[in-house]
């Protein structure tokens, strides 16, 4: 492509942009709004997944025991637990350890347990951690069928719980992106439509002369793009204020959150938006010009 060409694309595109500047304005802001909620959306699916990886790689089995098993008994069951298949480290925590880890929790509430005076209902049991998540329920069903041992508890209901949260994010997620992005499309092409209609005098005479359809269309699919490109750099900018200013409060109330950390992270996000952008503006250009090019 010529030098003079691309000059003469440059120039179109800043002189339609000019003349339609309420309705290239809306459309950026439109690109914006709807880059900025996809981002939102697909930072928060993003740290869900890790948040439920990371619960996965830390998953540990609950042994409890019988209130007939003695130390001398519980000492046999630790071995056998030891021995089978995926088991890192195996501790045993004693009854009165638990009542007070309870207490802990409880926190101003632990005054509930005064009705039970002395008594204390919770077992003794092991916790066992495991080398892949993905030995823990085989690892879990082993262990309850040893002699001595009530039940083992992972937390597979909250685990079952954070990916259905997981799924359903992306599934509401991707479909209002989709709304988002048609209706992205819908403003951009009417932006450019309207320069398409009052320059439909002129497409016709450049298509007489002999002007190819894509020497006609590249401005308005630049205009576009342009469109697309300074929505998505507001978006971007929004995006990562945003993200850094969530991350330090996470981090100021919840320490040990795995929140993704921002860098790559927000680079990749930029340039997921941007390039977003950039093609939802060239695709609503390309639509709205397409009927005009059959002369």
Same mark, same amino acid.
């Given at each position: ?214 020497? $006609?269309?590249?401005?308005? %699919?630049?205009? *576009? =793009? +342009?469109? @697309?490109?300074? /929505? !998505? ?35 990749? $996000?930029?340039?997921?938006? %941007?390039?977003? *952008? =950039? +093609?939802? @503006?060239?695709? /609503? !250009? ?10």
């Amino acid at each position: 492509m010529k030098v003079r060409t691309i000059e003469y694309y440059i120039r179109e595109v800043f002189i339609s942009l000019r003349r339609n500047n309420w309705m290239s304005v809306a459309s950026i802001g439109t690109v914006a709004v709807s880059l900025f909620i996809f981002g939102m959306f697909l930072m928060m699916v993003m740290n869900m997944n890790k948040l439920a990886e990371n619960m996965e790689s830390q998953v540990q089995i609950n042994v409890y025991l019988l209130d007939k098993v003695d130390r001398e008994q519980a000492r046999d069951i630790e071995k056998d637990l030891k021995e089978i298949e995926g088991v890192e480290s195996v501790g045993f925590v004693t009854k009165d350890e638990a009542m007070e880890r309870f207490k802990d929790r409880l926190g101003d509430q632990k005054t509930l347990l005064d009705a039970l005076d002395e008594t204390n209902p919770l077992p003794d049991s092991f916790e066992v951690t495991v080398t892949n998540p993905d030995l823990v329920k085989t690892a879990a069903e082993k262990m309850e069928k040893l002699d001595g041992v009530e039940c083992a508890k992972y937390g597979q209901d909250v685990m079952e719980h954070l990916f259905e949260i997981t799924r359903l994010l992306r599934i509401f997620g991707f479909t209002l992106m989709l709304v988002l992005a048609f209706a992205t499309l819908f403003i951009i092409s009417n932006t450019i439509r309207l320069t398409v209609f009052a320059r439909r005098k002129e497409i016709a005479i450049m298509k007489y002369v002999g002007a190819t359809d894509w020497f $006609i269309r590249w401005p308005f %699919v630049m205009e *576009g =793009m +342009v469109l @697309g490109l300074f /929505g !998505s750099i507001i978006a971007a900018m929004v995006l990562r204020t945003a993200y850094t200013a969530m991350a330090e409060k996470v981090y100021d109330t919840l320490a040990f959150f795995p929140l993704i950390p921002e860098q790559p992270f927000l680079t990749y $996000i930029t340039i997921v938006v %941007v390039i977003s *952008g =950039m +093609v939802v @503006g060239a695709i /609503g !250009s390309a639509v709205s010009i397409k009927k005009f090019l059959k002369v």
